[in-house]
């Protein structure tokens, strides 16, 4: 097990604990959730097991008196049955509150608990073959008299290597059930209390964490089942709850509970009219710029129109305002107008309108945009065959569909079996064609199922999928309502590259024995490359929910990752590398020593998650195109050495939230968008679109 750079959470393999404490890493409000999840984590514990028993270690009666006796009992995993060693050495009990230790010093004296003070005598040490021991005096943790019953005394005893000596840590790889019955009251403009019925689990449920649209709000402990949420007036979020459990388990997402917070007051005054409204053109896309509206609550956005007819709208706090249009016809004049709008759908009337002629030819980076069709589903993964037609995925729908550019015409192949959606971002993800597709025709399929996320081929021929032919090349992906990741890439050292979320459990982006909140490098029959860093799957990790892979000309690869509130990254994978989530989010410390830890790897571009939440990214000639969905636009970079260098963004507000860009054959973009039902798994509720963008040298 790798145990480099551990945020604050428990880790296990087998009987063996590793605990790294948040207070030995400091630094963070105490009221951050991040922190909180990983507080929560530490201070949870585990149970200690008698081997010669099978009892667990338990302080009498559940109380928290001083001096308060430890004896065995029938497992039941609440927190007078949870037990903790902290890197001090300290075995703690109660959520962290109280410490164990000898009575006296003396062999046969009771263990008991007591406030926490560092004293030598609440010092302990877990050896190899299960022996707790008192390093003060050198004492061993001892059911009193070999006894097996219910209730019999532990003691601290002469160590002797017997099983009434040895404790173990039963592995729990469960996770607690899900959270039912969400709820919500006390509704105001910009407050909402949530509700919901507790969860179970084998070992008991510790916390839950409370998310909207896969961002994590608050983390609560168990005995909360009500709590009170900040909200966005007018703003309509999807609220649900994970139940997690003291060792790290985490439930599956809740059924999700709309909601729309009304405003905080009654608004019927439109903005004023945008005023100063400009135009200026170069070769073949325009600039437009106006001076800022006002409004007796505050602007919330401007509507750009082409000739009468609205083409995009520029949001922000405050919005933005001006606009590029680009991919225009050339030697063609264009009137634009701008109108403003507030948070309740107030707008003024439109501006003047100005006209401006574009150039001869193309001299910007975007030369046209072509609508090439149209889907109820989401496009999500997309690829390009040998023939010059398209395969993409429905993610939604769970088919694959073949799509011939020059017509238009579309042709459902087949539909993938055991996927299963979550309610929220899984379902069909990635696609990938194999290097040698001519002669073995197999079309690489990354998916959710009904227990996981994971990675199958399957043969594409004669025009239609061969599911008889499908191979379950690695499965034990984690899996959630969101952050499955999802892309697939074929390297130019022909392995398949896939990215992994995080499954909404930030300990396992650290764990390189899981693979969830990776990058991970198959070979195309499934197996490990041997020269993988860790012996396993796993090529990077520290990733939260990364959903775009390309590689330059030189071979490197790039990645796209979801960041929760604050900030996305791309980043320049490096085998073996550690790219610091959940204690590093792009380049804002969220837990531990955060991002000034040693060995993490620093993005090469961030985005606020306004400005970005991108998904795909695509390279063509050393220029990285980047898609963004609650940011609604695109992103161009030139690569230049290590760096990202000229950034660019494109139809901001244009065609609202994009998915997916891939090269074309011919060195130019596909480009689909991602506006409806895109966190809901509802097959057919879209009305999407898929685009040829053709680039500028």
């Known amino acids: 097990m790798n145990v480099r750079h551990l945020p604050a959470v428990v880790r296990r393999t087998g009987l063996a604990v590793v605990f790294a404490a948040v207070a030995a890493c400091g630094g963070k409000p105490e009221s951050d959730p991040e922190l909180q999840n990983q507080a929560a984590a530490v201070t949870a514990g585990s149970r200690l097991v008698g081997v010669q028993s099978g009892r667990c270690l338990d302080v009498a009666q559940n109380s928290q008196t001083p001096g308060q006796v430890l004896h065995i009992y029938d497992c039941h995993g609440q927190a007078n049955q949870r037990f903790l060693f902290t890197p001090e050495g300290e075995l703690r009990v109660f959520d962290g509150a109280w410490c164990v230790q000898p009575a006296t010093a003396t062999a046969g004296a009771s263990a008991v608990i007591a406030a926490c003070t560092g004293a030598a005598n609440q010092r302990w040490v877990r050896n190899a073959n299960g022996a707790v021991v008192n390093t003060s005096s050198s004492l061993c943790l001892d059911v009193s008299g070999q006894a097996t019953a219910n209730s019999s005394p532990v003691v601290a005893w002469n160590c002797n290597g017997q099983t009434n000596q040895q404790w173990s840590f039963p592995p729990d790889a469960q996770p607690p059930t899900v959270p039912t019955g969400l709820t919500l009251s006390n509704v105001t403009c910009n407050s909402a209390t949530l509700s919901w019925s507790p969860s179970t689990d084998n070992e008991g449920v510790a916390f839950y964490d409370v998310y909207h649209d896969g961002q994590l709000m608050k983390t609560v402990s168990a005995a909360t089942v009500s709590t009170a949420l900040t909200v966005v007036p007018g703003a309509t979020w999807g609220l649900y709850v994970n139940a997690r459990d003291a060792v790290g388990n985490v439930s599956q997402g809740s059924a999700t509970l709309s909601i729309t917070p009304p405003p905080c007051q009654v608004d019927t005054q439109p903005p004023t009219v945008p005023t100063g409204v400009t135009a200026s053109a170069s070769g073949t896309s325009v600039t437009v710029s106006w001076t800022a509206s006002t409004d007796n609550v505050g602007v919330s956005a401007y509507d750009v129109f082409r000739g009468g007819v609205k083409i995009a709208t520029v949001p922000g706090s405050p919005p933005g305002t001006s606009f590029f249009d680009s991919g225009l016809s050339p030697n063609t004049a264009y009137a634009y107008a701008v109108l403003a709008r507030d948070a309740q759908g107030n707008a003024s009337a439109q501006s003047s309108a100005v006209t401006v002629t574009t150039g001869q030819a193309c001299a910007n980076a975007v030369c046209s945009v072509t609508q090439i069709a149209t889907d109820t589903d989401i ?59 001519a002669s073995d025709n197999w079309l690489y399929v990354m998916h959710t199922s009904p227990t996981d996320n994971r990675i199958v081929r399957l043969k594409y021929e004669n025009g239609a999928l061969n599911t008889a032919s499908l191979q379950v090349l690695l499965q034990g992906i984690g899996r959630n309502k969101f952050h499955n990741g999802g892309r697939l890439r074929f390297g130019p050292d022909g392995k398949l590259y896939a990215s992994t979320g995080d499954a909404q459990n930030g300990a396992y982006a650290q764990d390189t024995n899981n693979l969830a909140g990776k990058v991970l490098r198959l070979n195309t029959d499934g197996t490990v490359p041997s020269d993988n860093p860790f012996g396993n799957f796993v090529w990077s990790y520290g990733h939260r929910n990364p959903q775009g892979l390309a590689f330059d000309s030189q071979g490197r690869l790039w990645e796209q990752e979801f960041g929760n509130s604050v900030m996305d990254e791309t980043n320049l994978i490096q085998k073996g590398g550690n790219y610091g989530w959940p204690n590093c989010e792009g380049t804002v410390s969220q837990g531990g020593t955060g991002c000034a830890t040693a060995g993490y790897i620093a993005p090469k571009q961030t985005y606020s998650t306004a400005e970005g939440s991108c998904s795909g990214i695509a390279v063509v000639r050393d220029v990285l195109y980047v898609a963004c969905a609650r940011g ?61 963008v053709v680039l500028g040298q």
């Open 632 to 692: 609604s636009r695109l992103y161009r970079e030139v690569i230049s050495g290590t760096s990202l260098t000229n950034v660019q963004q494109f139809f901001v507000g244009t065609y609202g939230r994009l998915r997916t860009v891939e090269p074309t054959p011919d060195g130019n973009l596909w480009m689909t968008t991602t506006n409806q039902g895109d966190k809901d798994s509802i097959p057919d509720n879209s009305n999407e679109k898929i685009f040829r």
């Open 379 to 437: 496009p999500w993964g997309l690829l390009n065959l040998p023939d010059g037609t398209v395969l993409y995925g429905r993610r939604d729908a769970q088919n694959i569909v073949r799509l011939d550019p020059a017509t238009g015409v579309k042709t459902s192949v087949g539909t993938i079996p055991n996927v299963q959606s979550t309610d929220g971002e899984g379902g069909l993800m990635g696609l990938a064609l194999s290097p040698t597709f």
